[in-house]
């Protein structure tokens, strides 16, 4: 059984920042990708960021160069740096974690209002 618990969401003003934390635990395996997505009124859920156990990070057009994506060692724990925010980026923010079999298990979301 896998749980993901997050933590972070908020209000905030444009250009304010916040910081989303997630931590998997339960069965974990080598060669996951931990990764954030979110989900607006109206509109589908989409990719913000992913970390790969392996390395790489890839990240939305929207949020690249605003957005860090990180782990801690463990990489039981993976973190959302989110910088100069703008309305557009309300949402839902959901943290994913997919094993190497594309198994894909979800957080249960946290909020993030970005308005003046």
């Known amino acids: 059984q896998v749980q993901l618990v997050e933590s972070g969401g908020g209000s905030v003003q444009p250009g304010g920042s916040l910081r989303l934390s997630c931590t998997v635990s339960?069965?974990?395996?080598?060669?996951?990708?931990l990764g954030w997505y979110r989900q607006a009124p109206g509109l589908q859920r989409e990719l913000v960021a992913v970390?790969?156990?392996?390395?790489?990070?890839k990240y939305a057009d929207s949020v690249q160069g605003r957005f860090t994506i990180s782990r801690d060692n463990a990489k039981t724990t993976v973190y959302l740096q989110m910088n100069s925010l703008k309305p557009e980026d309300t949402a839902v923010y959901y943290c994913?974690?997919?094993?190497?079999?594309?198994?894909?298990?979800w957080g249960q979301g946290t909020q993030v209002t970005v308005s003046s």
């Open positions: 970390s790969f156990s392996t390395g790489p990070t």
């Open positions: 994913n974690y997919r094993t190497f079999s594309m198994d894909d298990y």
């Open positions: 339960g069965s974990i395996f080598s060669g996951n990708a």
